[in-house]
């Protein structure tokens, strides 16, 4: 059974750009979530999305948008990139309806603004 | 503001002992506890949930939970430096009643030859 996919792996973004990562969930997996990785505030929750709704946000700026589409598969969107969004975003998917089932993370995608 | 508190570590104990990681969580209304191993430069990877008071064990893992005092461990004997890593403890939040996990700054385990 195939894993979580990110495309790309990495990027190097110039402040004010707009960038674009992308997750494939483990198949039959209805939920993916985003969370942002850095060294000072650790794993922090962005959004998570369950048949194409977004069902919960975390306390990120209107920059950060996400969509899910019918085949679950999920983009995440920042805009006027700043170099405080240098981070390892991730991306989990789990096959939960209600709160406490298992996530499983991708690979994640290394994101470097300058 | 609901937490996840970890020792940051690091912990160090020799090979063949065993570690124990710790973390207390703020939101008693929490049902699902999860475990996440993370090699430095790679992405977390599950190696333990844990919903009902008590024991889990898989293999060399323990996860232990005490709801009502709001505390998980995570024990693993004949500790091997294979088992080096950050270890980050991870919460459901209930009240969203989604899967929103909040997860601690994780604790990091070093196994000495």
């Known amino acids: 059974k195939a894993g979580v996919t990110q495309t790309p792996r990495y990027l190097i973004k110039t402040r004010g750009q707009q960038v674009t990562l992308s997750c494939s969930p483990i198949s039959g997996h209805r939920s993916v979530s985003w969370y942002q990785q850095t060294p000072g505030q650790g794993l922090q929750f962005l959004f998570e999305?369950?048949?194409?709704?977004?069902?919960n946000k975390g306390n990120f700026p209107g920059r950060f948008s996400g969509r899910q589409f019918s085949n679950s598969r999920s983009e995440m969107n920042v805009s006027t990139l700043e170099l405080g969004d240098s981070a390892l975003y991730l991306c989990?998917?789990?096959?939960?309806?209600?709160?406490?089932?298992?996530?499983?993370f991708g690979q994640g995608t290394r994101l470097t603004v300058v | 503001q609901k937490e996840v508190e970890q020792n940051s570590g690091p912990l160090s104990v020799p090979e063949g002992a065993i570690a124990s990681l710790n973390c207390t969580y703020s939101d008693r209304g929490s049902q699902s506890f999860f475990w996440y191993r993370q090699y430095s430069g790679k992405s977390p990877e599950l190696i333990m949930s844990i919903y009902s008071n008590g024991d889990k064990e898989d293999g060399r893992f323990t996860a232990q939970l005490n709801k009502a005092s709001q505390y998980v461990s995570l024990l693993i004997r004949d500790s091997q430096p294979s088992d080096s890593a950050t270890y980050l403890c991870?919460?459901?939040?209930?009240?969203?009643?989604?899967?929103?996990?909040?997860f601690g700054q994780g604790t990091t385990l070093q196994v000495k030859p």
């Open positions: 989990a998917s789990s096959s939960q309806t209600l709160g406490g089932t298992e996530a499983f």
């Open positions: 991870a919460v459901n939040e209930r009240s969203s009643n989604t899967g929103k996990l909040i």
């Open positions: 999305y369950f048949s194409e709704t977004q069902r």
